[in-house]
């Protein structure tokens, strides 16, 4: 299929770019301690630029590191000694024919003290953000004209180290939408009041770039045109800010929505429909001439050029989906559509930088690391060698993958129908589609390499050893975790395979259902919808820990549509013929829920039956994945990556500690 609107030159301003495919500005965690720009961080975008993207915006870098930070390791540019490393990153970026914005930032009342060593956070009001919970100091009219200089200054920062615009963030919350908001702003001064105060603040800056800038260097602006919150911007009061911020002179307009306090807007889980947002930048696309950015869990170019044929946006901001495959643009190009490997919203890279580590992706093992795993090591020429892999799921077909473009032979053997492992298991109708993206990269990816796929063939030891391996992988996953507690053998008690597979039909009956995660929701969800009497007991697992807590209570409410009865802050404390007991641990009260049939969805615990054998007949038995006692998509990946990725290494150590010990 030919994209020619995908690749059809646009311009912001001035400045030209090569497609319409924008990498927006997302939080990675890789800056340096002091916020500077690090080679990992270099390398991340480097990635992307070569990856064929048009215009990439570096991820929100703060103004104002004294109280406007807004992450753990945010970028900054906010002094003259961080020019060289900006400079640097705009370099590698250009090298590839892109271009490259710096996204200038102020947190105000979303940052919070612990970032700011101990200082209270500031905002135009001093209305607290519920999602962060800390009252701010209102800014004196001296200090908001301070910031307003400080937005000027870094811009000036962005085009000495050859930045080719900035976009200022105006959206999500942070202060620059604090002050636009009638929810946040309740100022009496020049920056408070009527629909012009409240944009003063960020005419100010618009102008201030522009006069020190100069007029052709581009500005856009990121804009929540709703913040789904009440007395908040709705899409009118957004509508009127991008034509008022048109008539400023602004460049472009990046248009998406939400706060902190409706961050499922922000930051879709699983469960939004891919493009969901881009009616926003349509309606505001009707009303200014300057180019409209659309951004919202974009992944397909089909849909991609879809919206742009009709008009709906000037460009696409496609953010998780460069995440989870860098080369989306040069393979859309080259019409390798299918070697996408699409995002799947899972959330893992907003997990993992939001917590102590930085931007990893559940799908693609190199995310933030391209600096560990630049080149894959080809066996040498004329070498053949052959690697058995049992178990095709996630973690077992990355390894063979991996492997297959070292030049290894691979053999993987399934002993279902179907290629994909626990990825089947997902049942919600827009998670599910999602999924389906992943398996179906994994196995096309299967096909392209020639990889020996063997399906409905559960291997022995005997056809295994029978290749000589080099190696072997054993990737054979996992079997649903049963509760430690009484009665767990109970005949009446099922897993969530068997709701899932259809290997018990449950219809008419009074059910509970015990665990969490997105497998648990999705099994409960099914059994209300047929007719069934449900209770859902939330018992904490390793898997509910990967769902945020905004996506949680979606999830939650999505059951209490279909009629289930909800338990929460209990322990299961044993089962017996046609009920639970379940315990309150605050009050030690404990109730009965009367049930039919118990399902449990509590995980998986590692299935590896192979293992013992193999290493008795030979070297080299790799155990990887659920196999092995993880249990996320992301774990498996990474080790079925990661194993493949360093094979060789591996078994070169393995020998010498065993020569070590002989001697």
């Not at 004196?140 to 910031?147: N, R």
């Not at 559960?458 to 290749?467: G, L, M, P, R, Y």
């Not at 790799?622 to 092995?628: E, K, R």
Request: hydrophobic share 35%; with cysteine; aromatic share 6%.
């Amino acid at each position: 299929m030919n994209y020619p609107n995908i690749f059809k030159q646009g311009k912001i301003g001035k400045l030209t770019l090569k497609n319409r495919v924008v990498m927006p500005p997302m939080g990675t965690n890789l800056a340096g301690p002091e916020g500077e720009v690090t080679d990992q961080l270099i390398a991340y975008y480097e990635e992307r630029a070569k990856g064929g993207t048009g215009l990439i915006i570096v991820e929100f870098t703060c103004i104002d590191y004294e109280y406007g930070k807004g992450f753990i390791r945010q970028l900054r540019l906010d002094d003259d000694r961080f020019i060289p490393g900006i400079h640097a990153l705009a370099n590698a970026v250009h090298n590839y024919g892109a271009k490259v914005f710096v996204q200038i930032h102020h947190a105000g009342r979303q940052s919070n003290s612990s970032l700011i060593n101990g200082k209270q956070i500031v905002a135009p009001s001093n209305v607290a953000c519920a999602a962060v919970g800390e009252e701010p100091r209102e800014l004196t009219t001296a200090e908001v004209k301070e910031l307003v200089n400080k937005f000027v200054q870094t811009a000036i920062r962005c085009k000495q180290a050859g930045i080719d615009g900035v976009e200022v963030h105006g959206a999500h919350g942070y202060l620059i939408n604090q002050f636009l908001s009638p929810e946040a702003n309740l100022r009496t001064d020049e920056y408070g009041g009527n629909f012009e105060n409240r944009m003063r603040f960020l005419e100010e800056i618009i102008i201030g770039i522009k006069e020190n800038c100069g007029k052709d260097y581009p500005v856009t602006v990121r804009l929540s045109v709703d913040e789904f919150i009440e007395g908040g911007i709705d899409l009118e009061l957004g509508k009127d800010i991008s034509r008022y911020l048109e008539k400023l002179g602004v460049d472009g307009l990046h248009i998406s929505c939400g706060t902190y306090d409706s961050m499922d807007k922000v930051i879709e889980s699983p469960l939004f429909e891919q493009g969901w947002r881009v009616y926003l930048a349509e309606e505001i696309k009707k009303e200014v001439n300057i180019p409209v950015i659309t951004v919202g869990s974009i992944r397909e170019p089909q849909f991609v050029e879809k919206l742009l044929s009709e008009g709906r946006a000037d460009f696409v901001a496609i953010g998780r989906g460069l995440i989870a495959d860098p080369e989306w643009v040069n393979k859309t190009m080259e019409g390798h559509e299918a070697e996408i490997r699409k995002c799947i919203n899972c959330l893992h890279c907003i997990h993992s930088a939001m917590g102590n580590s930085h931007v990893l992706c559940s799908i693609n093992a190199r995310a933030g690391r391209e600096l560990e795993f630049k080149e894959l090591q080809h066996l040498p020429s004329g070498e053949n060698r052959r690697v058995v892999i049992v178990g095709g799921g996630p973690g077992g077909m990355e390894a063979a993958r991996v492997l297959s473009l070292k030049g290894y032979d691979v053999t993987l053997f399934e002993k279902n129908n179907k290629l994909g492992g626990q990825l089947h298991l997902v049942t919600d109708p827009i998670y599910r589609k999602k999924m389906t993206w992943h398996i179906d990269y994994l196995s096309n990816e299967m096909k392209r390499l020639n990889i020996d796929v063997r399906l409905n063939t559960e291997a022995t030891v005997e056809e295994i050893t029978a290749f000589n391996p080099y190696a072997v992988l054993l990737a054979t996953g996992g079997r649903p975790m049963l509760p430690q507690v009484e009665g767990n053998d109970l005949g009446h008690v099922y897993t969530y395979e068997d709701v899932k597979l259809q290997e018990k039909v449950f219809t008419n009956s009074k059910v509970t259902v015990v665990g969490s995660g997105m497998i648990c929701h999705g099994t409960t969800r099914r059994l209300a919808e047929a007719g069934n009497d449900v209770t859902f007991v939330e018992i904490p697992t390793k898997a509910s820990k990967r769902i945020g807590a905004e996506t949680r209570l979606r999830l939650l409410e999505k059951l209490k549509q279909v009629n289930v009865e909800i338990v929460t802050d209990h322990r299961l404390e044993r089962i017996l013929p046609n009920s639970i007991i379940v315990e309150d641990p605050l009050s030690g009260k404990h109730s009965e829920i009367e049930s039919e049939s118990i399902i449990v969805a509590m995980g998986v615990e590692a299935y590896n039956p192979l293992e013992e054998t193999l290493r008795e007949q030979m070297e080299n038995v790799f155990v990887l994945g659920d196999a092995v006692g993880y249990s996320s998509l992301g774990e498996a990946t990474r080790d079925g990556f990661e194993k493949a990725y360093f094979l060789e290494s591996i078994v070169t150590h393995n020998r010498e500690e065993e020569g070590s010990q002989t001697v």
